[in-house]
T-cell receptor, first 114, second 112 residues
Framework: DADVTQTPRNRITKTGKRIMLECSQT?????MYWYRQDPGLGLRLIYY???????NKGEISDGYSVSRQAQAKFSLSLESAIPNQTALYFC?????????????FGPGTRLTVL | TQLLEQSPQFLSIQEGENLTVYCNSS?????LQWYRQEPGEGPVLLVTVVTGGEVKKLKRLTFQFGDARKDSSLHITAAQPGDTGLYLC????????????FGSGTQLTVLP
């Protein structure tokens, strides 16, 4: 089984709808991250969490919120989806806090907002 | 804003050819990482370089960190179709070592 799983893998929704993307990990890591990937822009950090009580905004947090329900679960919500939130979303985990630590990514969720 | 610029953006080559892709910045990085992302999957770490001038080899892949720690390169010898993927470089975000800044990537296609 995969260490970092994301659900759903694909989602099509309409403008204004509330969407939740879920991430679960079995690696036992405290650190979890949400990124979005757009063609030509690489990965951009939305939110990150270093433990259940520690939530931090990333580069592009506007329009998004997160919930860290447990060490193993980190959810990303779009309260009112808009078309420019159409993207590939990745969850990642890491063991340490150093920038040289490996980040382990899930398989991604492809979100389309019509 | 700290940027990592990767070039070329797209590269299509024949199996057996050699290639080099680049990751450049005007800023100094304490370390750089290279990830490879295959279609339908998340990025996977290939290597971390931390010392200026450092060279690391991973089978047919050779990674170099520039002496001034502002750039890095990835050289692939005798490319194979299995090397196809998006190659991303990443470094610690300025002012926040807890975050990574990613380049936009090089999409490599190796044709059989």
């Amino acid at each position: 089984d995969a260490d970092v799983t994301q659900t759903p893998r694909n989602r099509i929704t309409k403008t204004g709808k509330r969407i939740m993307l879920e991430c679960s990990q079995t690696k036992g890591h405290d650190r979890m991250y949400w990124y979005r990937q757009d063609p030509g822009l690489g990965l951009r950090l939305i939110y990150y969490s270093f433990d259940v009580k520690d939530i931090n905004k990333g580069e592009i947090s506007d329009g998004y919120s997160v919930s860290r329900q447990a060490q193993a679960k980190f959810s990303l919500s779009l309260e009112s989806a808009i078309p420019n939130q159409t993207a590939l979303y990745f969850c990642a985990t890491s063991f340490g806090v150093s920038s040289t630590d490996t980040q382990y990514f899930g398989p991604g969720t492809r979100l389309t907002v019509l | 804003t700290q940027l990592l610029e990767q070039s070329p953006q797209f590269l299509s080559i024949q199996e057996g050819e050699n290639l080099t892709v680049y990751c450049n910045s005007s800023s100094v990085f304490s370390s750089l990482q290279w990830y490879r992302q295959e279609p339908g999957e998340g990025p996977v770490l290939l290597v971390t370089v931390v010392t200026g001038g450092e060279v690391k080899k991973l089978k047919r892949l050779t990674f170099q960190f520039g002496d001034a720690r502002k750039d890095s390169s990835l050289h692939i010898t005798a490319a194979q179709p299995g090397d196809t993927g998006l190659y991303l470089c990443a470094g610690p975000t300025s002012g926040s070592a807890r975050q990574l800044t990613f380049g936009s990537g090089t999409q490599l296609t190796v044709l059989p």
